[in-house]
DNA sequence: TACCCTGCGTACCGTACGGTACTGTACGGG
DNA sequence: CCCGTACAGTACCGTACGGTACGCAGGGTA
């Protein structure tokens, strides 16, 4: 997923605490711990079983529980990066294909067991502790998620091939490509056989972007859009 | 029909189980402790406590804890009727005003503390045990919003306002009224001013989907398209 | 009055978890 | 060789919770 792409504007991590190789280690074994069997079994003795290291480190390390928790989000969105997909902004159909790779990749970001697994993390804490988690998983994966699509959008506006707020243009793409799938995973819904496919939901919600946002007339693709519903 | 006898673990079958005024008291009351304080607070010596009513009376009622948390889901589904909003199909403006009101209503409701706290309780517990309270919300709750809203498409399909499939047409609805809030706000993100103000929003995103599913030409509005964007 | 049923209040039990303290051990520097 | 540091492993403690058992009051019935 973000293999060999080389890695674009990190956002100024100043608070962006770092861990050794060792903490690191036992983050993510505490990230599998908690994907496998969600929040009620993550548990510090259980973390320092799976990571072969003492509770009492863990507690040294990341202060209390909810200090660890806060770093294994932290540790889990270090790891994604801002892929560089701005390019080709010039050409409508390379702008179309990046639009529609991004939508692919949202979906499969926020479909995937990690991100599940710590949204209903944070979801579960939002209520009580002033939903730190909660703030800490928008601030450090949506963040990144937007910049990367305002960025495309904003080279697609130069290039013409886009009109409107761009703002509003990311807040209706993000919607038209998302629905509520996000929410269903959540709830531990499955999706329908044609919502799996994200390739053509990607397609899709694409082509309906630009029939709300491109600029006049142009659909983002070669043809005039297409009406394939009966 | 004598109540209290039977104790079934609700989820499975007879899925309009009523129950006494007592324990419906106990219900809103339960649902009280979970709005104010989240599941964490949802505890079976609270409830007792805050409801005036012995912990064994709550296990004879509702079997367990997890039955409980069913009961209080059901309880509260129990509560949301769907409005009966299919009228003025014919006129134009009226279907539109419709969309408008439903999509108000469906933002006002996913926004209310009642609401995100369910929501909470049931992706918290999505993880394990099959997400079986999810499921359960998805069904009562979002069934009857889905079934108002289709009441009401179908009837603009039928009068020639809107075209293409229904369903992919509710889906394209309740995604551009509702975006990525539902989520933000089951995080614990605030709004900012201008996504608080549902009745703007409600507008701007009906008149979106009438540009993506309004029969041709046709935006729903009196005048020609608008231009809400700054 | 005797009996029974319902349900409140509460004491109680087992367990699980967060957090702490203690011990043993490997390592590295002086 | 000694000492400080870091860490694994584990025993331990206080607490909170789910769930159960028991006592007791009120009301209905005969």
Redesign the pocket.
């Given at each position: 997923m973000f293999a060999g792409t080389p890695i674009v504007s990190a956002l100024a991590e100043s608070p962006n605490q770092t861990y050794?190789p060792?903490q690191n280690a036992v983050l993510e074994c505490a990230l599998k711990v908690l994907v496998e069997g969600g929040e009620?079994a993550?548990?510090?003795?259980r973390i320092?079983r799976e990571a072969?290291?003492?509770?009492?480190?863990l507690?040294?390390w990341f202060g209390?529980?909810?200090g660890l928790l806060a770093a294994v989000i932290g540790f889990q969105a270090a790891k994604v990066r801002v892929k560089d997909a701005g390019q080709g902004a010039g050409d409508p159909d390379a702008f179309r294909a990046s639009l529609v790779v991004f939508a692919r990749d949202l979906l499969t970001v926020l479909a995937g067991d990690v991100s599940l697994a710590l949204n209903r993390l944070a979801i579960g804490q939002a209520s009580r502790e002033g939903s730190a988690l909660g703030r800490l998983l928008l601030e450090r994966g949506r963040r990144t998620i937007e910049t990367r699509a305002r960025a495309l959008l904003e080279s697609g506006a130069r290039a013409g091939h886009i009109s409107g707020d761009l703002g509003e243009a990311y807040r209706v793409l993000y919607a038209l490509v998302v629905r509520d799938s996000h929410v269903r995973l959540l709830l531990g819904d499955d999706l329908a056989d044609d919502e799996r496919d994200f390739a053509t939901r990607a397609d899709a919600a694409v082509d309906q972007f630009f029939r709300l946002h491109g600029a006049d007339g142009k659909t983002g693709r070669a043809g005039p859009g297409p009406d394939n519903n009966s």
């Open positions: 050794s060792r009620r993550l548990t510090t003795a320092a072969n290291c003492s509770k009492e480190s507690y040294k209390d529980r909810d």
